[in-house]
């Protein structure tokens, strides 16, 4: 999406040695790709970033990809988006308009190109939302999937949530954790949280608790086994109870802990943790 980040990701690709090329029509990717080839190793990794400056830029987009993929080369595709508020607040920062607004306002820009990326964004490999990330955050991101690329690795988030707040718009999996009791009810847990093992121990008490976290372990197995043959790098879990305090957090405590032990790089981030 146009604001929400392509230019810090193309700056934190190139610190890491990568070739990025910047707005680069997508019918001329292949021939990037080729010239790579033929630079005897010295430009093995290329970037390119795509966007709707270009306007007709999409159909020429998948066939570029389509054909990467026909030749073997090992591709990637990074989407990263924002929420409306956070684009529009970034293009009245900056003074700028939007690419595809035209005559109207910001907001029909970013409506129109959301509908021409829908499709792209379904076929990524890492969707990033930049709402709430400054630019460190962002790079921190991108530098934990591409610093190391001599072996590809499916690397985890476990997020848990409140669905009062909203649901994380990159999650990959999505964990309703509301059909155990809730703490909040009882007095002694209310102002504890799924990180105290008295709350831990209340959930998964609960009938069906453990069959859940044992089952759906099983789940995870068999589709970041997928993942891994598919290529695929980046997987982001989310766990969501209603206030993202109590139900939630221990249910991602133990994932994150199930998928570790399975031998996958797991961050775990509480994200609406004491926001009452």
């Known amino acids: ?34 010239l ?21 830029f999409f159909d020429d987009l998948l066939a570029s990809l389509e054909d990467l993929e026909k030749r ?7 989407y990263l988006e924002a929420s409306d508020d956070a ?20 907001v029909d820009g970013i409506a129109q190109e959301r509908t021409l990326l829908r499709d792209l964004r379904g076929e990524a490999d890492l969707v990033i939302d930049t709402s709430g990330l400054n630019v460190h955050e962002l790079r921190a991101k991108l530098d934990a ?5 001599t072996e590809p690795q499916l690397r985890a988030t476990v997020m848990s949530f409140g669905f009062k707040y909203g649901l994380p718009v990159d999650a990959d999996l999505v964990v309703d954790c509301r059909f155990l009791p809730n703490p909040h ?28 976290l044992d089952q759906y372990a099983e789940i995870l197995r068999i589709v970041t ?44 981030v509480h994200r609406d943790m004491g926001r009452e």
């Not at 073997?72 to 990074?78: K, S, W």
């Not at 093992?197 to 069906?208: H, K, L, M, S, T």
């Open 145 to 149: 999937q591409f610093s190391d690329d």
């Open 185 to 212: 009810w009882v007095p002694e847990l209310r102002a504890r949280t799924g990180t105290d093992d008295e709350v831990a121990r209340y959930v998964f008490d609960q009938p069906g608790a453990k069959e859940f």
């Open 87 to 106: 684009l529009v607040r970034r293009f009245e920062s900056v003074r700028r308009p939007h690419p595809l607004q035209g005559d109207g306002r910001i």
């Open 72 to 78: 073997g080369v090992r591709l990637r595709v990074v």
């Open 36 to 56: 790579g080839a033929r630079s005897q190793g010295a430009v093995a990794r290329i970037g390119a970033v795509v966007d709707v400056r270009g306007r007709s």
């Open 1 to 34: 999406m146009s604001g929400a980040g392509r230019s810090t990701a193309a700056k934190c690709l190139e610190d890491l040695g990568w070739y990025v090329v910047d707005n680069l029509p997508p019918s001329l990717i292949p021939t990037m790709v080729d």
């Open 225 to 268: 086994d997928g993942y891994r043959r598919e290529g695929k790098r980046y997987l982001t879990l989310a766990v969501g109870c209603t206030g993202g305090k109590h139900r939630s957090v221990a249910m991602s405590e133990r994932l994150a802990k199930r998928l570790t032990a399975d031998g996958l790089e797991t961050v775990l």
